[in-house]
């Protein structure tokens, strides 16, 4: 089968086509025959030698796909069209899917949707409620409002009536927020975002979804209402925290949690998946919720693809087309 290949980490110029042989499938996974892939952060991180894959796992990129089952232990899943989050190993013709992770793509969803969703509406998920424990009437604050992961964490969050406030980086990401319907939107390019909270958010944010760490973290807690917490899901703004002020943290009595999803246990992630299914399985179905695509790359423009993102362009969603 046809792969993209990282014969050495660095640009996205060095994203190749190799061949190699199909995964084969254990009892407990499915075969199949790529149709879309969901394009993440994640993935230029490890092209970048940053974000190596879990022990044991593909070192092929990709980490969500789209397609239909051509081999299975349970023959009712033969030719069915399903989505799902892999941990390595998208970015080919064929690739391994936990059977307990597939959801069944819908009827009237294309490929490229079903790729979109299961990375950024699982990790949005497990940030807002399995995490955070954020409830009706809250106000979550969000950075990075206009990615993928953004996106789909407004979404839920309007649904379970939460407020949202989130921080973009251009006018064009604020309107596009405001279209989703965000409640306070701030360009931090324009604006202090701690500045204009205070201001206008009486009380303070409950939850933060923070995937920008370094000094973020302080003004994070400067925001926090009493009992408030941060949930750290990437360090683009670095690794660490300087003059970290523990004293007003106890003050509000806040929590700062890191996490990740990628190497979480088969477990935790078919629990979580089934708990995203029973409250949110609906709406998605019926397209109530939906994935934000920004912009749909054949698989051969991949470079671009990464390019694209590592620009900090995407406004939802980048997918890759496997033709």
Same mark, same amino acid.
């Given at each position: 089968m046809k792969f993209i290949d990282l014969p050495e980490f660095g640009a996205p110029s060095l994203l190749?086509?190799?061949e190699t042989h199909k995964p084969l499938a254990n009892a407990d996974q499915l075969l199949v025959k790529v149709k879309a892939i969901g394009v993440n952060?994640?993935?230029? &991180?490890?092209?970048?030698?940053?974000?190596?894959?879990?022990?044991g796992e593909s070192t092929i990129l990709g980490l969500e796909i789209c397609g239909e089952v051509v081999e299975a232990q349970d023959k009712q899943w033969i030719g069915k069209q399903v989505f799902g989050l892999v941990a390595g190993g998208a970015y080919a013709e064929y690739c391994v899917l936990n059977t307990a992770h597939a959801f069944t793509l819908p009827e009237q969803m294309t490929a490229?949707?079903?790729?979109?969703i299961a990375e950024v509406f699982l990790?949005?998920?497990?940030s807002l409620f399995a995490?955070?424990? &954020?409830?009706?009437?809250?106000?979550? &604050?969000?950075?990075?409002?206009?990615?993928?992961?953004?996106?789909?964490?407004? #979404?839920?969050?309007?649904a379970a009536g939460a407020k949202v406030v989130v921080t973009v980086g251009s006018e064009p990401k604020k309107a596009f927020c405001e279209q989703l319907g965000v409640d306070l939107v701030i360009n931090y390019r324009e604006q202090d975002f701690?500045?204009?909270?205070?201001?206008?958010?009486?009380?303070?944010?409950? &939850?933060?979804?923070?995937?920008?760490a370094g000094d973020y973290i302080n003004r994070d807690i400067n925001v926090l209402a009493m009992d408030g917490k941060i949930v750290v899901l990437a360090i683009m703004g670095g690794r660490f925290v300087e003059s970290l002020d523990m004293?007003?943290?106890m003050g509000k009595r806040a929590t700062i949690e890191a996490s990740t999803l990628r190497n979480r246990s088969d477990e935790y992630k078919s629990d979580l998946i089934n708990q995203l299914q029973k409250r949110f399985g609906a709406a998605l179905q019926s397209g109530e919720i939906k994935p934000i695509i920004d912009k749909?790359?054949?698989?051969?423009?991949?470079?671009?693809?990464? #390019?694209?993102?590592?620009?900090?362009?995407?406004?939802?969603?980048?997918?890759?087309?496997?033709?």
């Open positions: 190749t086509f190799s952060r994640a993935d230029t &991180l490890q092209r970048q030698g940053k974000y190596p894959p879990p022990k490229e949707l079903g790729a979109a990790t949005a998920y497990q995490i955070g424990d &954020l409830q009706a009437g809250q106000t979550l &604050l969000v950075h990075a409002g206009a990615s993928g992961v953004g996106t789909a964490a407004i #979404q839920l969050a309007k701690v500045s204009v909270i205070k201001a206008q958010v009486k009380g303070g944010v409950n &939850l933060v979804v923070d995937c920008v004293a007003k943290m749909v790359f054949d698989w051969k423009d991949v470079a671009q693809a990464h #390019q694209y993102i590592e620009d900090n362009k995407n406004m939802g969603k980048v997918v890759l087309r496997v033709e």
